[in-house]
T-cell receptor
Framework: DAKTTQPTSMDCAEGRAANLPCNHSTISGNEYVYWYRQIHSQGPQYIIH???NNETNEMASLIITEDRKSSTLILPHATLRDTAVYYC?????????????FGQGTRLTINP | NAGVTQTPKFQVLKTGQSMTLQCAQD?????MSWYRQDPGMGLRLIHY???????DQGEVPNGYNVSRSTTEDFPLRLLSAAPSQTSVYFC?????????????????FGNGTRLTVT
């Protein structure tokens, strides 16, 4: 799987948009970008995934650059409950979720 | 659906004791796995299974055994507990892309078992 680079930590004010960047400059054409998050002491939770087009669901939006070397997860109106560690993972579609590797992620703190 | 259920939530063991961490899922997922998470560290894969009767080692398998006799259950056994196994253990499951399941099936995690070995 391609290596990803994320900032160690970020802060965001409650009610503002939280933009979490991820660099994946060695991504291959068949690799997708996945985002998970882990709220304190809970198991990680899937958020969203994408290949090259921007994606949106009820939790977040995913913006992938045209060259696919980086992406941004956007939480449009962050709440205190969005405080968590966010993991960006790149992997080929044919491997599914097998042997998924979680790096250190970005610790996002939403401040009141 | 209950999702992924882990028991117990908390456990304290003495060095040398053995125990089994239970994991059950009711989503008919082929793939199941165990991770451990130590303070300040990411999740590390211990063992995984792509279907009943099939198991394989992950990144940190030493000291742990698994079996997969049914699709629903994937217990993790600590043979002789050591203080280094103090950790939070997470079980996770998903459909298997390799078996023609949903290609983007995400991992569903349980709420974890917090194990302390003294």
């Amino acid at each position: 799987d391609a290596k990803t680079t994320q900032p160690t930590s970020m802060d965001c004010a409650e009610g503002r948009a939280a933009n979490l960047p991820c660099n994946h400059s060695t991504i291959s054409g068949n690799e997708y970008v996945y985002w998970y998050r882990q709220i304190h002491s809970q198991g990680p939770q899937y958020i969203i995934h994408g290949l090259k087009n921007n994606e949106t669901n009820e939790m977040a939006s995913l913006i992938i650059t045209e060259d696919r070397k980086s992406s941004t997860l956007i939480l449009p109106h962050a709440t205190l409950r969005d405080t968590a560690v966010y993991y960006c993972i790149v992997r080929p579609i044919n491997r599914g979720a097998q042997k998924l590797v979680f790096g250190q992620g970005t610790r996002l703190t939403i401040n009141p | 659906n209950a999702g992924v259920t882990q028991t117990p939530k908390f456990q304290v063991l003495k060095t040398g004791q053995s125990m089994t961490l239970q994991c059950a899922q009711d989503m008919n997922h082929e793939y199941m796995s165990w991770y451990r998470q130590d303070p300040g560290m990411g999740l590390r894969l211990i063992h995984y299974s792509v279907g009943a009767g099939i198991t394989d080692q992950g990144e940190v398998p030493n000291g742990y055994n698994v079996s997969r006799s049914t699709t629903e259950d994937f217990p993790l056994r600590l043979l002789s507990a050591a203080p280094s196994q103090t950790s939070v253990y997470f079980c996770a499951s998903s459909y298997s892309a390799q078996l023609g399941g949903q290609l983007h099936s995400p991992l569903h995690f349980g709420n974890g078992t917090r194990l302390t070995v003294t």
